[in-house]
């Protein structure tokens, strides 16, 4: 599980560094400087969505509703991998479909902020509904959130387990082991206490008050 989590982890980083710094710069260009609705995490109003649909130029269209959403198809659902298995890895009982259900929710706004958006840049900017483009915004914003509340529990949860391995790893140096794993090289357990000699028979110095009264065996 843990290479799997690696794996999508890795995976949704190359895809969001590929809108970061490709697809995005361009839209943002051709709409005269001014945020794409992916990059307005709070949502927008119905004024700055028509205002940004007008000022998108047709390559900006073409680049949105292109590249950029090709990207955006496969990134919330690597994106949601990651939290998942973030959850299954560091949480048990409850907190982990907690983290789980907000992870679910956050991949389906981002779907559907994706659908409602290419609705509004395949319209005419005054012919787009009220209701679209609110709906849109209020996606948004749900999809940051959640986003948001995962990063942060799993941020927490790594955390939580470095300070107890390191809590334990103190523990055990106490007692001379020097690392939790022996196969690492530095496994240390302690050494046996040293057996002390059998002591040497013990010899009185006092004088026998007997000795010489009697001759010894071989005078």
Same mark, same amino acid.
């Given at each position: 599980?843990?290479?799997?989590? *690696?794996?999508?982890?890795?995976?949704?980083? /190359?895809?969001?560094? &590929? =809108?970061?710094? *490709?697809?995005?710069?361009? $839209?943002?260009?051709? /709409?005269?400087?001014?945020?794409?609705?992916?990059?307005?995490?709070?949502?927008?109003?119905?004024?700055?969505?028509? #205002?940004?649909?007008?000022?998108?130029?047709?390559?900006?269209?073409?680049? @949105?509703?292109?590249? %950029?959403?090709?990207?955006?198809?496969?990134?919330?659902?690597?994106?949601?991998?990651?939290?998942?298995?973030?959850?299954?890895?560091? @949480?048990?009982?409850?907190?982990? *479909?907690?983290?789980?259900?907000?992870? =679910?929710?956050?991949?389906?706004?981002?779907?559907?902020?994706?659908?409602?958006? +290419?609705?509004?840049?395949?319209?005419?900017?005054?012919?787009?509904?009220?209701?679209?483009?609110?709906?849109?915004?209020?996606?948004?914003?749900? !999809? +940051?959130?959640?986003?948001?509340?995962? $990063?942060?529990?799993?941020?927490?949860?790594?955390?939580?387990? *470095?300070?107890?391995?390191?809590?334990? %790893?103190?523990?055990? !140096?106490?007692?001379?082991? &020097?690392?939790?794993?022996?196969?690492?090289?530095?496994?240390?357990?302690?050494?046996?206490?040293? %057996? #002390?000699?059998?002591? /040497?028979?013990? !010899?009185?110095?006092?004088?026998?008050?007997?000795?010489? =009264?009697?001759?010894?065996?071989?005078?």
């Amino acid at each position: 599980m843990t290479r799997a989590f *690696w794996a999508c982890f890795a995976l949704s980083m /190359a895809l969001y560094a &590929m =809108m970061l710094f *490709w697809t995005l710069p361009q $839209i943002k260009a051709e /709409a005269g400087g001014l945020l794409p609705f992916d990059l307005r995490p709070l949502g927008y109003t119905e004024e700055a969505a028509r #205002s940004y649909l007008n000022a998108l130029s047709a390559r900006g269209r073409d680049v @949105y509703l292109g590249p %950029q959403h090709l990207l955006d198809l496969f990134y919330p659902i690597t994106l949601a991998a990651v939290f998942v298995l973030g959850a299954m890895i560091l @949480y048990r009982g409850r907190v982990r *479909w907690v983290i789980i259900g907000f992870a =679910m929710v956050g991949e389906v706004a981002d779907y559907g902020e994706n659908a409602l958006v +290419s609705t509004m840049l395949t319209s005419h900017p005054d012919l787009v509904p009220s209701s679209t483009i609110a709906f849109a915004g209020f996606l948004t914003f749900v !999809k +940051s959130v959640a986003v948001t509340v995962c $990063i942060c529990a799993l941020l927490f949860g790594a955390a939580r387990v *470095w300070m107890s391995k390191r809590r334990l %790893q103190r523990a055990l !140096k106490r007692f001379g082991y &020097m690392s939790l794993d022996p196969r690492d090289g530095e496994y240390d357990p302690p050494e046996a206490p040293a %057996q #002390s000699a059998a002591p /040497a028979p013990f !010899k009185s110095r006092r004088k026998d008050p007997m000795r010489g =009264m009697f001759p010894e065996a071989g005078e």
